[in-house]
């Protein structure tokens, strides 16, 4: 994959008359290349027009890549005041986009990403972040759904990050070659502060399993904090998706950014 998709995954059409657009107006947006291990890396890259030592959020795409709901994302926070930055951490295994069955998806390339791979790709977006109108010193990442499960392992392999935010990302599961530790392995140990938000009523993340991580966390005396919304599914922050819940979502978003600016990632 040498370059970015348009418009939103094929997995996912019709999307929502509901879905948010957010313009490029007063931002400089598109596509960027971020040099990696094994050569160029696309992703995506919004930040207010001219802007200079801004603060940095890496977003961290959902299991349809970066399509245009992560574009309009990072197009979100940068109307907030941050470079915002999506990697296609799929781009050696292929187009997420352009896959209609999400079973094939799932199994033609998302169980094909190792962890590895993604941490390392992360942390050449941060540094190109941070020489390309960012500031270094003030870093975030925030995830969706395959992308919140990887926040939570980027902020505890990258204790430079000040702040992270996970949406809906999976906590507990069986580990294999690819994904040796999960969110639950990594919590007596996580020291950057990670705002997690899930929703109750979530098929794919037990609510169980939302407890086993908050008092993991509680345990260990970490200041990361879970919010859990009641009677809300799964990608409750996708707009263009029938699981949009505006409410939960508009309030995730305010928690963000209060978190954001708490830990100084403003």
Wanted: aromatic fraction near 10%.
């Amino acid at each position: 994959m040498t370059s970015l998709g348009s418009g939103f995954a094929a997995a996912v059409q019709p999307v929502n008359a509901q879905t948010i657009m957010t313009d490029t107006t007063g931002l400089t947006a598109g596509e960027v290349k971020i040099a990696v291990q094994d050569g160029q890396m696309p992703a995506y890259r919004a930040m207010p027009a001219g802007g200079k030592s801004l603060p940095v959020v890496l977003v961290v795409q959902e299991i349809f890549g970066v399509h245009e709901y992560i574009k309009d994302v990072c197009r979100r926070f940068a109307k907030e005041g941050y470079l915002a930055i999506a990697p296609e951490l799929y781009a050696r295994q292929g187009d997420a986009t352009k896959y209609k069955d999400v079973a094939e998806l799932l199994k033609e390339v998302v169980s094909k990403v190792p962890d590895t791979q993604v941490i390392s790709d992360l942390d050449a977006s941060a540094d190109w972040a941070g020489h390309n109108g960012g500031n270094a010193e003030k870093m975030a990442v925030a995830g969706f759904c395959w992308g919140g499960r990887i926040a939570w392992m980027y902020a505890a392999h990258n204790p430079r990050l000040k702040a992270g935010a996970a949406w809906y990302g999976g906590l507990v599961r069986p580990v294999s070659p690819l994904t040796p530790r999960h969110p639950i392995d990594i919590a007596p140990t996580l020291t950057v502060p990670v705002l997690g938000l899930y929703g109750a009523a979530d098929t794919g993340i037990p609510g169980e399993t939302v407890e086993k991580m908050w008092e993991a966390l509680k345990e260990s005396g970490s200041v990361s904090e879970i919010v859990l919304y009641a009677d809300t599914p799964h990608g409750f922050h996708a707009d263009y998706r029938p699981s949009y819940r505006p409410h939960e979502a508009n309030d995730a978003w305010t928690r963000l950014m209060v978190w954001f600016r708490k830990f100084g990632v403003a």
